[in-house]
T-cell receptor
C-alpha cells in the first residue's frame, strides 16, 4: 500500500448506529487530518493530529470522536449521527502540521439515514 | 470575508485553449499556496504549490502568485478533456492556526 488509504470507501448507517472510519498513511508523515466535504461547500477541517496529539478541534460535534493511536493511523468514531452529516470524509497527512503539503486519501462516502 | 474565494460557476474551455483560474485570500500573512485537482467522486490531488511571488511552471500548469494583491492563479495550457475537474485553491491561514483554508473550487469543463 502506498500513500494514504481509507476504509470503508462507502458507508450507510442509521442515526442510532456506531461506526468507525479508518485512515492509514504510508508516507512517514507526522501530522494527520480529518476533513468533511459536503456538496457546494469548501473542505471543512475537523481535526488535526500532530505526533499523535490532537492539536485542533474545529468545534466539531461530540458525535464525532477522533482517535490517533500512532502516527500512521487515524480513526473517526461515529455515533448518533444526523442526516446532515452525510458527506465525503477525507483523511490527509503531511510531514508537519504547519504549512506543508497535505496528501489526501480516497475518502469515505457516508450516508446517514 | 471568506478566507479563500474562487470564482463561481463552471469554466468551459475548448480543447487546446488556456484555462485561467483565480483565487483571492484574506490573510496577508499567508505563506503557502496550493492548487489541488479533484475529479468527480475522487479525493483532491496536489498539482502545484507556490511560495514566492511570480510564476511557477510545471508542464502545462503555471501558478502565479501576487502577495501584494493577495491572489493566486492557475493557468492550464493546451487544455485536454482529462483536465475536466474541480480545482481547489488552498492557502495557509494564520486565522486557523496556520492551517490550510480551502476555496469552494472551480469546475473546469474542457470541450473536445
Amino acid at each position: 500500500e502506498t500513500g494514504v488509504t481509507q476504509t470503508p470507501r462507502h458507508l450507510v448507517m442509521g442515526m442510532t448506529n456506531k461506526k468507525s472510519l479508518k485512515c492509514e498513511q504510508h508516507l512517514g508523515h507526522n501530522a494527520m487530518y480529518w476533513y468533511k466535504q459536503s456538496a457546494k461547500k469548501p473542505l471543512e477541517l475537523m481535526f488535526v493530529y500532530s505526533l499523535e496529539e490532537r492539536v485542533e478541534n474545529n468545534s466539531v460535534p461530540s458525535r464525532f470522536s477522533p482517535e490517533c493511536p500512532n502516527s500512521s493511523h487515524l480513526f473517526l468514531h461515529l455515533h448518533t449521527l444526523q442526516p446532515e452529516d452525510s458527506a465525503l470524509y477525507l483523511c490527509a497527512s503531511s510531514q508537519g502540521a504547519g504549512t506543508e503539503t497535505q496528501y489526501f486519501g480516497p475518502g469515505t462516502r457516508l450516508l446517514v439515514l | 470575508q471568506k478566507e479563500v474565494e474562487q470564482n463561481s460557476g463552471p469554466l468551459s474551455v475548448p480543447e487546446g485553449a488556456i484555462a485561467s483560474l483565480n483565487c483571492t485570500y484574506s490573510d496577508r500573512g499567508s505563506q503557502s499556496f496550493f492548487w489541488y485537482r479533484q475529479y468527480s467522486g475522487k479525493s483532491p490531488e496536489l498539482i502545484m504549490s507556490i511560495y514566492s511571488n511570480g510564476d511557477k511552471e510545471d508542464g502545462r500548469f503555471t501558478a502565479q502568485l501576487n502577495k501584494a494583491s493577495q491572489y493566486v492563479s492557475l493557468l492550464i495550457r493546451d487544455s485536454q478533456p482529462s483536465d475536466s475537474a474541480t480545482y481547489l485553491c488552498a492557502v495557509n491561514s494564520a486565522y486557523g492556526n496556520n492551517r490550510l483554508a480551502f476555496g469552494k473550487g472551480n469546475q473546469v469543463v474542457v470541450i473536445p
